[in-house]
């Protein structure tokens, strides 16, 4: 079974800074990688997903992502934050089927 | 085109006490689905469905049933509520259950607080 693993409960950063959130999956075959945004009270928006091809992938908001097949790994990241992507950051896995599955979630907030 | 709307916001029930969440689309999607939103756990499936008159069991079923009468609205019921089912729902939909072509789309939840 798929598994989804986000080290970092909660990340700090300065506004302007870069950003990366780390992303980890187990996945016996080739997976197909989501990253969702949940700001407080909503629902969860998709940022960006990959499939296959380009291994880099840009989303919205200035977002983009790598999918790095030796390390099982799919992290996110934003050259410069801004306030306004304080919010909570899934990664999730999915396998064609029916579902995802989900990561537990990195808490972003961002220091003016 | 509202996307996923889902009712109440907001719950509070006893222990023992029933009632249905309400999940409804207006995007013409195959797919729909309930999560629930822990804290330190992510989102787990209770359930799904592929079309209307056809569900099926996610991760979390147990203590959840579903139905789907027709393709707009896909309610969750909870039978006998228990304090360990106090947690956020989310209703998600998407085109078809390829997860490969079809993101999720999410509503904006429902809080569930059972005493």
């Known amino acids: 079974a798929q598994s989804v693993t986000q080290p970092d409960i909660h990340i700090t950063v300065s506004e302007g800074a870069s950003l990366e959130l780390r992303c980890n999956y187990s996945?016996?075959?080739?997976?197909?990688l989501f990253w969702y945004v949940q700001s407080p009270g909503q629902g969860l928006q998709l940022l960006l997903k990959?499939?296959?091809?380009?291994?880099l992938v840009q989303g919205i908001k200035g977002f983009e992502a790598e999918f790095k097949r030796s390390q099982s790994s799919f992290n996110l990241r934003k050259p410069s934050v801004h306030w306004s992507d304080a919010a909570e950051y899934f990664c999730?896995?999915?396998?064609?089927?029916?579902?995802?599955?989900f990561g537990s979630g990195t808490r972003l907030q961002v220091q003016p | 085109n509202a996307g996923v709307t889902q009712t109440p916001k907001f719950q509070v029930l006893k222990t023992g006490q029933s009632m249905t969440l309400q999940c409804a689309q207006d995007?013409?999607?195959?797919?729909m689905s309930w999560y629930r939103q822990d804290p330190g756990m992510g989102l787990r499936l209770i359930h799904y469905?592929?079309?209307?008159?056809?569900?099926d069991q996610g991760e979390v079923p147990n203590g959840y049933n579903v139905s789907r009468s027709t393709t707009e609205d896909f309610p969750l019921r909870l039978l006998s509520a228990a304090p360990s089912q106090t947690s956020v729902y989310f209703c998600?939909?998407?085109?078809?259950?390829?997860?490969?072509?079809?993101?999720?789309?999410f509503g904006n939840g429902t809080r569930l607080t059972v005493t």
């Open positions: 998600a939909s998407s085109y078809s259950g390829d997860t490969a072509n079809s993101p999720l789309h």
């Open positions: 999730a896995v999915g396998t064609g089927r029916r579902a995802l599955t």
């Open positions: 990959y499939f296959s091809g380009d291994t």
């Open positions: 469905s592929v079309g209307a008159g056809i569900t």
């Open positions: 996945y016996g075959a080739t997976p197909y």
């Open positions: 995007m013409n999607h195959e797919y």
